[in-house]
């Protein structure tokens, strides 16, 4: 149901409210009512996408269905975000069905052809994170990665709660950076929410982690539930990232949480 609802109010927004901006200096950001960039999306949906791909269900034709139409309204708001988010959905079907891919080929050759098309229309900044070819949100991005990078060198046990800014302000000015904008964007979050953990949490981080990754082992936990969350959690950590208090990011964390400590009953 909450799946349904989702895409009901999503298609609303994008039959009525959908507006793109191409002068915009973030290159034709998706401005709408409910989502005010593509990767806002693209976090909101993907892991209803890999929950919905990985729920074993013997009413096949609704799983498709739903799949597809998801899919269809994702082509018209591609982003960096969404194609990583696709390919990573596309590894953990590899890795989980050990390439046994016959059970879902259908939506599989679809999804290879989305993120085929989606790779080409966001081409520009995939070369950018890989070369140095300018690219703002590659700058942006990588921006954010060696202010952690400094922060954990320089102050180990971190900047503190929310203070990211204050690294950002120390560091920023150290940079030859190709674009202005870099210089004033993602200030206080970071590109993404691996950048600010880090910073502010300096070598404590490794708690976060800890917890991460005793999730995501444990096989008493249902496959589907930690395939949303895996998502979720990944997408804003290492791709794109919208602080603590937005996207849902620490109710994600309060979860798992909780779903660590109580295994045996969500099996």
Do not use: W
Not at 223 to 230: A, D, E, R, V
Not at 241 to 248: I, P, V
């Amino acid at each position: 149901f909450t799946i349904l609802l989702f895409f009901f109010i999503y298609l609303y927004n994008f039959i009525f409210f959908n507006v793109y901006d191409f002068n915009n200096p973030c290159n034709g950001c998706h401005f709408n009512k409910i989502f005010k960039e593509r990767s806002h999306f693209a976090a909101s949906i993907l892991p209803f996408l890999g929950y919905i791909f990985f729920y074993d269900t013997e009413k096949k034709i609704i799983k498709v269905i739903i799949l597809s139409l998801i899919l269809a309204i994702s082509f018209f708001n591609i982003s960096t975000t969404l194609i990583v988010g696709f390919i990573l959905i596309l590894f953990l079907e590899i890795y989980l069905n050990r390439f046994r891919l016959k059970k879902n080929f259908v939506f599989i050759f679809i999804l290879c052809i989305f993120i085929i098309l989606g790779s080409y229309k966001v081409k520009d900044r995939i070369i950018g994170l890989i070369t140095d070819n300018h690219n703002l949100s590659a700058e942006v991005y990588k921006t954010s990665l060696l202010i952690s990078y400094n922060s954990i060198k320089n102050k180990p046990f971190g900047y503190g709660f929310n203070n990211y800014e204050k690294a950002f302000e120390t560091y920023i000015n150290e940079f030859d950076l190709n674009f202005y904008e870099t210089y004033m964007l993602n200030k206080k979050d970071g590109s993404n929410n691996f950048s600010k953990i880090i910073t502010e949490f300096g070598i404590f981080s490794i708690i976060i982690i800890y917890y991460l990754f005793y999730f995501f082992k444990s096989r008493e936990i249902n496959k589907s539930i930690k395939i949303f969350f895996l998502i979720a959690i990944f997408i804003q950590l290492f791709v794109r990232g919208f602080g603590y208090f937005n996207a849902g990011f620490l109710l994600y964390l309060f979860y798992i949480y909780i779903f660590s400590k109580t295994p045996k009953t969500n099996s």
